[in-house]
């Protein structure tokens, strides 16, 4: 069966402001598209207020319905929407498409080094400078010399698949430097090794505010009552229906949709959107991706909605404590089987702390295990000579969490 390239993914652009983009998806289907396809989206900064998603277990066809900046670079979106898809060879101007038999290869990764003098939303600058060059943050360690100056060490993946090429390398030197102006006093680019190997797990210590299930959720913003998650094995002689209702927030569909790809889970039909107040009403027709069958056994079914649960009530954890003399803020969330985590977390952090006029001293990524998964744990510590620190942790504790759930 042939399809044209451009067809396989379409835009129709909203017809007035403030109206939606309509993006169409229409090619075979493989295991966890639904969640990359939303992870880009979430990568460009767009929320998705509307979709519907049908496939028979060899061809999907996925309407969305999204909203987000006005500087969005819809055709460079399209083309890494288009590589999400299963992967095709060209024939006469038609595409061919086939699954994918070989998982992708770890992507290499790339430190990025550089000395400057330090300034008020700095670092932010830097990580949407990066954002904007589609590099993706791995791992990073940013500290703060007595002398005013900065040391920032990023390691970095290149979504392009050109950091090894000089001419990509003077590419991203260049806009940094143009970002930074006169803060920067050199830079350096250089090859590391492979994701699998650089960014290995950590070990240090992380407080109950960030791995204590109880603590998190006496804490979280979002009410219990305000998700409900029922499902049904009667409406469907071959599917079983997902219906969950619960307060919009940033990243919702791909929370979603990554849990279900982490379960192994298939969803034949779908539809969900926003109603007025953020509400959002979803119902999804499943089947487990091993056997093509309902889910009937209550242990699995409890298993499923416990975890959409935890992920719609605290996606990402946030916490403020001392660490010795210093304070300290930790970000957690969760890293999908597949090891990609949450993208612009970092952005959003350090937007917030812009916004809140507190100060960064220095910064650590590193992956963590908490219970039986694998978290991205972001640890800040705040600059005591900020005028940040003057507003209490809990101001800033909630004021990150609502930017990482796009309630700023």
């Keep these: 069966m042939g399809i044209l390239h451009d067809d396989v993914v379409i835009f129709r652009e909203a017809e007035k402001e403030g109206d939606p983009t309509v993006i169409t998806v229409n090619c075979p289907d493989k295991t966890g598209l639904g969640s990359d ?15 519907d998603v ?24 399209k083309k890494r929407l288009i590589g999400a898809c299963p992967s095709c060879s060209s024939a006469s101007g038609i595409s061919y498409y086939s699954s994918d038999f070989h998982p992708p290869k770890p992507p290499h990764v790339f430190l990025l080094k550089f000395n400057c003098y330090d300034r008020k939303g700095l670092l932010h600058d830097v990580t949407e400078a990066l954002c904007e060059l589609e590099l993706v943050i791995k791992k990073v360690k940013v500290s703060t010399t007595p002398d005013g100056k900065v040391m920032d060490l990023f390691f970095i993946t290149d979504t392009r698949e050109l950091m090894h090429t000089e001419k990509r390398k003077e590419d991203t030197k260049e806009y940094l430097r143009g970002t930074l102006k006169d803060a920067i006093i050199d830079i350096d680019i250089e090859l590391v090794g492979l994701a699998a190997d650089v960014c290995s797990p950590a070990s240090s210590f992380l407080p109950a505010a960030i791995t204590d299930e109880e603590t998190i959720g006496n804490r979280t913003l979002i009410r219990s009552d305000e998700v409900t998650i029922t499902m049904d094995n009667t409406l469907s002689p071959a599917h079983t229906l997902v219906q969950i209702m619960c307060q919009d927030h940033k990243g919702l569909i791909y ?13 034949c039909y779908g539809r969900f959107y926003v109603k007025e107040r953020g509400k959002c009403d979803i119902d999804l027709f499943i089947i487990t991706k091993g056997d093509g069958k309902k ?22 954890r946030v916490g403020v404590h001392s660490r010795g003399p210093d304070t300290e803020l930790l970000v957690a969330n969760p890293v999908e089987l597949s090891g990609k985590g949450r993208p612009l977390v970092f952005y959003d952090i350090t937007l917030a702390l812009n916004m809140l006029q507190t100060c960064i001293f220095s910064a650590e990524i590193g992956r963590h295990v908490i219970g039986d998964r694998e978290w991205e744990v972001y640890r800040i510590l705040l600059d005591e000579g900020g005028e940040g620190l003057s507003l209490p942790r809990n101001k800033i504790e909630e004021g990150v969490w609502k930017m990482l759930m796009g309630w700023e």
């Design 37 to 51: 396809l939303c992870r880009i989206i979430l990568f460009f900064g767009l929320s998705i207020v509307r979709g």
């Design 54 to 77: 049908s496939t028979d277990g060899k061809w999907c066809y996925i309407v969305l319905w999204v909203v987000g900046k006005e500087n969005t670079r819809w055709s460079l979106l």
């Design 255 to 267: 929370d979603i949709m990554r849990t279900l790809k982490d379960y192994n889970i298939q969803i």
């Design 295 to 316: 889910i009937v056994d209550p242990k699995k079914q409890h298993s499923l909605s416990s975890r959409l649960r935890t992920e719609l009530l605290h996606p990402v």
